[in-house]
């Protein structure tokens, strides 16, 4: 049993978003202090085989935040000290929006899922920036970029590139969210010409590394447009995925009928798989996201393809000790199957 074993049954009787903001605000606290230390001195695991290169960066181990659970960039350096060996904050967008009315985030316990439908609630690009420039954080920090709500189609690539340029400076890298499905007019967003101007636009800006975040819902053909303006603008990597729209048979929990994106284990296959499409396709770094709640599963996405991974529901579930257990069971996995190192492992079961 550990600490988290103990306060799990007191944050699950509260409303997820109100967990949430418990956890968040203990993270806040710690910024700095030597509980911040102290975390840093029991969940993180130094092992040079654990370290990646990806876009020119360097990560100390592959296992990152995904983007929603640190909108403001509040707490890189406390996600730091929990062991995790990335960051990526946001969604981030023009303007300050509220998101839409609580309740919005539900889990589903019996599945190990969350559904959500936030909708890009945010302090906005000008507070997030400025707050991203004094972040001094020991491990890369990505930002999200997403589209403002009332932003119609045409007007997105000036918009995101109002929200690139407030966060240029304290971003080790960015990502172009054009797969949130509580965002309106997303499905547009998703189509080759929206994709290309909007990427044109942040490039124009001088953004990279450049990383595109897909959804898991995008038809092939419709992933086969997204590669093509990876190949096409020379993006630096691609995210996958984003929640999905979908709801798979197997889910059991009540919450199964409320609308949002699902999260968590039941979009774990569905995610590697397209980590694997990817990887096949395009010769840039992939982050597999969706459903990453162990060693074994982060180990999953990476010999699919993945150079780093990242995950926000799993520590919902599993608590604050989530990114040791990974890395160090992702040691025992690569000497069990003779790797070096993770860098060796990427992509070992593609053809
Ligand atoms: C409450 C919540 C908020 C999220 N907000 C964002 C967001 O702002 N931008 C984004 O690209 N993804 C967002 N996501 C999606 C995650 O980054 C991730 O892609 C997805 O949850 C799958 O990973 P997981 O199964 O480990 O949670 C959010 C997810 C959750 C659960």
């Known amino acids: 049993m550990n600490g988290y074993d103990l306060i799990r049954p007191l944050l699950f009787s509260l409303p997820a978003e109100t967990a949430h903001g418990i956890v968040h605000g203990l993270l806040r606290a710690s910024d700095g202090t030597p509980v911040e230390s102290a975390m840093a001195r029991r969940y993180r695991v130094r092992d040079p085989r654990l370290a990646v290169e990806a876009f020119d960066r360097e990560f100390p181990n592959p296992v990152g935040v995904a983007a929603g659970f640190d909108k403001n960039a509040e707490v890189p350096g406390p996600l730091a000290a929990l062991g ?5 904050v946001g969604g981030v967008t023009a303007e300050p929006q509220t998101g839409n009315p609580r309740p919005r985030m539900f889990r589903l316990r019996e599945d190990g899922a969350i559904i959500n439908r936030m909708g890009l609630n945010n302090d906005g690009a000008d507070v997030v920036g400025e707050r991203l420039a004094g972040v001094d954080a020991p491990v ?23 929200t690139y340029e407030r966060v240029a400076e304290g971003g080790d890298f960015f990502v172009v969210n054009v797969s ?13 010409e929206s994709m290309a101007a909007i990427v044109e636009a942040l490039r124009d800006a001088g953004a990279a590394p450049l990383l595109i975040k897909l959804s898991p819902d995008l038809p092939e053909p419709a992933v086969e ?13 691609v995210v996958a995925t984003n929640t999905t729209t979908e709801r798979p048979a197997s889910l059991r929990s009540e919450n199964r ?19 694997r ?68 492992a990427v992509g070992a079961d593609l053809e």
């Open 277 to 344: 499409f990817v990887a096949e396709r395009v010769d840039v770094p992939v982050v597999g996201v969706g459903g990453v709640s162990s060693a074994e599963g982060a180990y999953r996405k990476i010999r699919a393809g993945a150079s780093l991974v990242q995950l926000y529901t799993a520590l919902v579930y599993e608590g604050p000790s989530l990114a040791r257990e990974i890395n160090e069971g992702l040691l025992e996995l690569l000497e069990r199957d003779g790797f070096d190192s993770v860098e060796d």
């Open 180 to 192: 949130c499905p509580n965002s309106q007019g997303f499905e547009e967003l998703q189509n080759r």
């Open 257 to 275: 009928a409320e609308t949002g994106g699902l999260s968590g284990k039941p979009l774990e296959d569905e995610a590697t798989r397209m980590v």
């Open 225 to 237: 447009d997204a590669l093509a303006i990876v190949r096409e603008y020379e993006l630096e990597g």
């Open 84 to 88: 995790f060996g990335f960051v990526e």
């Open 140 to 162: 890369p920090v990505g930002v999200n970029v997403a589209k403002s709500e009332h932003v119609g189609g045409a007007d997105a690539p000036a918009d995101y590139r109002y």
